[in-house]
Each structure stands twice: as structure tokens, then as C-alpha cells.
């Protein structure tokens, strides 16, 4: 029987290819129905992914390579219990720049915490993410700079004082509020 441990090598996966032939097909299906309309859909979508594009390639390259040299003993260096204010930063600007589904992030947060994370940054982390760096550039389009940037100031702000509330209960608690050794 295998190693468990081991890693087996990642298959390369194409991920939402049905979903884009789905889109194809309605797209093709409505210019029988209305091609007027649809063209005109056609070349709005277009213009909105000309003026998204070059920041989302942005985007990606930055998110991959900070998930590339990412070290998490290094990092929980950073975020142990003598941290400071920049602990507070690192951990609210790497849950902007974290991407993918939240559950892949569990393990290196265990992971993290086994080092000496605190949960204050775990909640302010979580938090964070509702920042979509990867949307930013639709959503500055949609609605504008001031409110793309209103609102994510608001959600770092909040991410920071819900951190701070998990670290004053259990400070009030004298013990870590979620820590294993008490199950």
C-alpha cells in the first residue's frame, strides 16, 4: 500500500471549460432568437474583457508567486504571540491576496497555528478575503474608484476589528478561545 504522505504528482485540469460551452451555446442559441441584441452583447463583453484583461494577468502572476515563495515557518515567525502591528498587516494583505476555495487554505493555517498564529490573524485573514483582488478591476468598472475603494477599506477595517475581538475574548478567556487542548 502507499505512502499516504507522499504527493502524487497534480494532474493539470482545465476547470469551467462546460461552463464556457455553455455560454457559447446560449450565446448561439439567442442570435438565432435575437441577433441584434445579442451582437450588441457580444462586443459589450468584449470591450469589458480588452479593459480587464491585462490587470487580471496582473493579478495572477502576483497571487502565483506569492503562493510560490510563500515559506509558513517564516511567516509564523512574523505572526507569533510578540508581534506587532505588522503582524496585523501581513496577516489582513495576505487574505486580500489569497485566492481559491477557502477549505485549500485549512492545512497551512493549521499548520501556521501549530507555529504560533494567533487566531486573532486567522479571523482577520478570513475576513480579508472578501476582498477579490481578481474582481477588483469589474467592479472599478461597474462602480467606479471611490466606492471600489470605500468599500474595500470598509472590509480590511472590519477584518482588522473582528481580529481584534477574537484576540480581547480570549485574552478575557486567559486561555486560546478555539485551542485544542481544552477538548
Given amino acids: 500500500m502507499a505512502d499516504v504522505t507522499e504527493r502524487s504528482p497534480r494532474r493539470f485540469r482545465l476547470r469551467g471549460v462546460k461552463f464556457l460551452g455553455g455560454v457559447f451555446a446560449l450565446y448561439a442559441a439567442l442570435f438565432f432568437w435575437r441577433e441584434a441584441q445579442t451582437v450588441t452583447a457580444m462586443r459589450f463583453a468584449l470591450e469589458v474583457l480588452e479593459e480587464i484583461v491585462p490587470i487580471l494577468f496582473v493579478v495572477v502572476f502576483l497571487a502565483g508567486a506569492l ?6 515557518k517564516k511567516l509564523a515567525r512574523h505572526l507569533g504571540e510578540d508581534a506587532g502591528w505588522h503582524a496585523w498587516l501581513i496577516a489582513l494583505g495576505a487574505g486580500i491576496l489569497s485566492h481559491g476555495p477557502m477549505y485549500a487554505w485549512y ?11 494567533r ?14 483582488v481578481p474582481l477588483l478591476p469589474m467592479m472599478i ?6 466606492l471600489t475603494l470605500f468599500l474595500s477599506l470598509y472590509i480590511v477595517l472590519a477584518a482588522w476589528i473582528q481580529g481584534v475581538i477574537v484576540e480581547m475574548i480570549e485574552r478575557r478567556s486567559g486561555r486560546g478561545f478555539w485551542s485544542k487542548d481544552e477538548e
Avoid: C, N, Q, S
Avoid at 493555517?109 to 504560533?116: A, F, N
Fill in 107 to 117: 492545512p497551512m493555517i493549521e499548520d501556521l497555528r501549530r507555529h504560533g498564529l
Fill in 67 to 72: 503562493h510560490y515563495w510563500l515559506d509558513p
Fill in 141 to 146: 468598472y461597474y462602480f467606479g474608484w471611490p
Fill in 119 to 132: 487566531d486573532g490573524y486567522i479571523t482577520a485573514f478570513f475576513y480579508a478575503r472578501a476582498v477579490k
